[in-house]
């Protein structure tokens, strides 16, 4: 089955930098989600994208939904410790009337050196 | 409110055994999902369902079985386990809304299958 293409696969990173991380699909997505998923716990929505070209923020996580429909990136600026977790994106290929299968990217685990 | 709940959280099995994984909602979501969480393959989909008496193979359904004669009921069963369903089971729940896709995820059943 098809996978997301999500990089980078892990980041190290100091308290307050910015994080860019981003998704990409051999196809079409016509929606696609970023989640975060703390350590024992289940994978929690941050952001939906529904529009090729759309820029939303939610806080200090602003996501991006690429024009060819084929990409989207998630950018978080200024990082607290809070932000520790995994991050996954999702895209789904129905219209944002359905609920169609997600398809979901490997994963970005985020550290916070101290 | 409960919202999703998932048991057992930790289960340890032997090869060849039936083993059942419950979920239960108290959303009345339509459409509920069961994923399994692999280093390296992020979540798949095994099988999900739009309402009751619904169901259809996802990504990775090959030795799980499923059933929803509850709406708000989802139990997953793996009829003969294997070492190779060894993984972190995660089950989902959506509704039917224009213009909203999210998913909301319970907190996880960690099976070990030795």
């Known amino acids: 089955g098809q996978q997301l293409n999500q990089s980078p696969q892990s980041m190290f990173i100091q308290e307050g930098e910015d994080v860019s991380m981003n998704c990409t699909s051999s196809?079409?997505?016509?929606?696609w989600l970023w989640y975060k998923q703390d350590p024992g716990e289940g994978p929690v929505l941050l952001i939906a994208?529904?529009?090729?070209?759309e820029l939303t923020s939610n806080g200090r996580l602003t996501a991006q939904f690429g024009i060819t429909r084929k990409d989207s990136f998630l950018n978080i600026s200024a990082s607290i410790p809070s932000d520790v977790g995994i991050y996954f994106c999702?895209?789904?290929?129905?219209?944002?009337?359905?609920?169609?299968?997600?398809?979901f990217g490997t994963g970005t685990r985020l550290t916070i050196i101290p | 409110d409960a919202g999703i709940t998932q048991s057992p959280r930790y289960k340890i099995t032997e090869t060849g055994r039936q083993v059942t994984l419950m979920c239960h909602q108290t959303?009345?979501?339509?459409?509920m999902f069961w994923y399994r969480q692999d280093l390296g393959h992020g979540l798949r989909l095994i099988y999900y369902?739009?309402?009751?008496?619904?169901?259809d193979k996802g990504e990775v359904p090959d030795g799980y079985v499923v059933s929803r004669s509850k709406t708000e009921n989802f139990p997953l069963t793996l009829e003969s386990a294997t070492r190779s369903q060894t993984s972190v089971y995660f089950c989902?729940?959506?509704?039917?809304?224009?213009?909203?896709?999210?998913?909301?995820f319970g907190p996880g059943t960690r099976l070990t299958v030795l």
């Open positions: 369902s739009a309402a009751a008496d619904i169901t």
């Open positions: 994208l529904y529009k090729a070209g």
């Open positions: 959303w009345s979501h339509s459409y």
């Open positions: 989902a729940s959506s509704e039917l809304l224009a213009g909203n896709n999210e998913q909301f």
């Open positions: 999702a895209g789904q290929r129905g219209s944002n009337f359905g609920n169609e299968k997600l398809t």
């Open positions: 196809s079409i997505f016509n929606t």
